[in-house]
């Protein structure tokens, strides 16, 4: 079954369904990409990979961990993001950019903070290289 840690508890009302659904976190996971890809420091990790595949898949991760009905069925995420030498701050990049990407689609900051939590809670999968600023 699915890593626990990509699960949040079920609400009276999720996270998911407070957003708007399927086409809410779809437009924030397309704004979180224009992001990432803007971004000198993180581009390059994203080098011909195949971003539509990829963005389903974050929209199924991002919408599981807010609780809604998709379920994450990629790839475990330590096989997914092995052998990249992504550091602590590769990491912290990336989740700014997905908090601006909610931010700026008017979630509210206590669902922000859950799923940024959520998120933060993957990044031992995740990081494997040093920190680059030392
Ligand atoms: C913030 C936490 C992160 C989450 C939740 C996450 C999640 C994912 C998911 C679900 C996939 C798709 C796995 C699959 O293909 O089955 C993926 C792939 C990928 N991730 Fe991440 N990721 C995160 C952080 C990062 C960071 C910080 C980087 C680089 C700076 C990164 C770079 C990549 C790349 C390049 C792929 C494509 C791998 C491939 O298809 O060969 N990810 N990620």
Do not use: C, N, W
């Amino acid at each position: 079954m699915s890593s626990p840690t990509l699960q949040t508890e079920s609400e009276a009302q999720s996270d998911y369904a407070a957003v708007g659904g399927a086409p809410a976190i779809s437009a924030v996971v397309d704004r979180f990409y224009e992001l990432v890809l803007g971004d000198d420091r993180l581009a390059h990790y994203f080098d011909g990979i195949e971003l539509v595949r990829l963005k389903r898949h974050q929209v199924a991760l991002v919408s599981t961990v807010m609780g809604g009905p998709v379920v994450y069925e990629g790839r475990d995420l330590r096989k997914a993001h092995a052998g990249m030498g992504i550091s602590a701050d590769d990491f912290a990049a990336v989740a700014g950019h997905l908090v601006a990407a909610l931010t700026g689609a008017g979630v509210p900051a206590e669902i922000i903070d859950r799923t940024v939590a959520a998120v933060a809670a993957t990044q031992p999968d995740i990081v494997e290289a040093a920190s680059t600023h030392e």
